[in-house]
């Protein structure tokens, strides 16, 4: 066992992101916001740019991706089906407007300023996916999770989502300098939706199956343990056909919804979520480096104000989508539970940064728009929260 | 988020060892025999020398220490200290005599089959720790952790940590030929004993204040996370003045045991260890290459008989050991429960192979030892378990 890995300062991360998570989380409730929004906060204080006690290390990013992908199962979990399948095609048109429109934003503004269009493409795209995670934290803080306005919201997520990673596809594609061809860009969508309906259709019988299974297991802690791997599993095959783990984890929710031990697995789910999902949040919070945000540098401030920009076309693009939904709906509510952009973000402006598409100022551009959309929703959807059903 | 962290394989390999833990911790108790022995054979089975599904990387080892220090939180939180301080006497005995019997044997073995005096002192050295996260998972399955020779085998384990790792420095420092003073042998002893007393003494009331706090807060899951959080403090500091951090974690469990919300913290706990603590059992299993095992391998043959001869003086130091313990105590349960060795024998090796005092077939000897001594363990405390008091 003589390793690599620095146990001790693991530890210490841990800790301190389960302390700073609950106490900025307690404040944040204490004045009326939800409390994901003191935990993102956390995470910039104990982050790199300030304290440095959580650092951006793969080991706590193993913490954080394990709690995002519990944390969507559970959602999964309390998620019905059904009525998701009801709200599909408005939901499908809230993601679809929610990408184009930001998209185009994106472009434009970037265009504007005197960059290049490949750099204008990433930008754009990097503004088109809402984050789940952040979403459906404070749905279901808010208890609306089961509303209209709130499966309305996961489900064009969930497509946000899926879309997403084929669009990273195809601009990665250019990015490279490789030709798009449109079959590429079919097969990858083709896998994205394909695994999420074969997630469903396979993964129903399955999970049947395997709660009939843990039924007759005497030892400790098989419904929990046997639940977390089969969402692991389905997480690890999105992952596999190139969509998104935590995309794979909610259907696997959704499915083991189905079974008669879905409030079980729940109880036995709800601790493990509470330890490891502020982790996630945590990690979102300590990605942010406030030393290039400060306006008094000088050098800061033509990504600022590119930032502000782009946190502004795409506030308000994914903000109208919620516009095209339908029934009687508070569109309002919707569209800005399509705003925080989160992880698929970050990941678009890695991807640009590391390929060259993205040069150093318009990353940080990329980010400033990624963290304000995420910080600026919790206590909007707060503020514009329906009635409970 | 672009990382080098393989995100997929992560989630493949927690899936795999989870339900590769339950289904053989099952099989094995349908066949009389603790889970933990189902899950260390599932582990050899996932391991890099057969299946593969588990490999031995950072990642993993990351989720196997969160486990094991989960488990002795756990632990610690079902201890009753002032129970435990009762038998302090004997348990000192039987950790002493369970250090000297098996360092003795295992010296005078190795130095007959021909080797130097220093390979010799790191063979017995690592014959002398006692598993306490084996010990006391095995403790808990058969429900005897709460009877006399439970707290007298968990105490004594606990003082051969401790002062395993005491050991430990001091050979380390011997194999780098570096001169042994006094003077560093008895600041690394006070160093790691005044650490056990200190968390104690300072956790105690450290501890009820945590609760008054928590008891303060309105957002979910907090009593969990905090306590969680103070067991990986405590077991952080543990590892800062280089004392184990599952001692830590002991600890820490044992003075939360003593505030007035144990029992609820003990059930917010038990879903997060049952999911966690497996795959510190599968990584151990894991470890072990069978390839190295086969007698039928010529080149082998060697290893094999210092391994076997090194099991026998590691068994028979450990199991003499607990007839050091007086009063009306099971002695053969005592001494069967000291015979595991695992992390600390395996920490141990690692050094030693990596100093050069040990030479590679040496090295697989005392994994052999450390193996079969933790592999023999819980069939025979179950079979030698007294009578529930």
Known sequence: ??????????????????????????????????????????????????????PLSDAVLELAEIGVVLLLFEVGLET?????????????????????LPFAGGYAVTVALGHSALTATFVGAALT????????????????????????????AVVDDVLGLVVLAIVSKVAGGGQLEAATVARSGALAIGFLVA??????????????????????????????????LVAWAAKAVESAPIVGAFAAGMVLARTNRRHDIDSALKPVVDIFAPVFFIYVGA????????????????????????????????????????????????????????????????????????PEPVFVSVLVAVFLTTFVAPPL?????PRAS
Do not use: Y
């Open 287 to 358: 990605e942010v480096n406030v030393k290039l945000l400060n306006p008094a540098v000088p050098e800061n401030r033509p990504a600022l104000l590119l930032g502000l920009l782009l946190t502004l076309v795409g506030f308000l693009g994914k903000f109208a989508a919620g516009f095209c939904a339908w029934g009687k709906v508070r569109r309002a509510f919707i569209g800005a539970g399509m705003v925080p952009r989160g992880e698929v973000g970050l990941i678009f402006a890695s991807v640009g940064l590391a390929s060259g598409a993205l």
């Open 129 to 156: 996916a809402t984050s789940i995670g952040i979403t459906a934290r404070v749905l279901s803080e808010l208890k609306v999770l089961a509303t209209r306005e709130g499966q309305i919201i996961l489900g064009a």
């Open 199 to 232: 997630a469903i259709v396979i993964g129903i019988p399955l999970g049947r199956r395997l709660i009939r299974v843990v039924e007759l297991a005497n030892v400790r802690g098989v419904l929990g343990a046997m639940s977390v791997a089969f969402a692991l």
């Open 80 to 100: 019905d089906l059904e009525e998701l399948m009801r709200v599909g095609a408005p939901a499908l048109a809230v993601a679809l407007a929610g990408m184009l």
């Open 381 to 385: 959807l707060k503020l514009l929260r």
């Open 1 to 54: 066992m003589e390793h690599g890995l620095n146990v001790g300062a693991l530890f210490l991360a841990f800790a301190a992101a389960l302390i700073g998570a609950k106490l900025f989380g307690e404040l944040a409730e204490r004045v009326g916001q939800p409390a994901v929004l003191g935990e993102l906060l956390a995470g910039v204080l104990l982050g790199p740019s300030v304290l440095g006690l959580v």
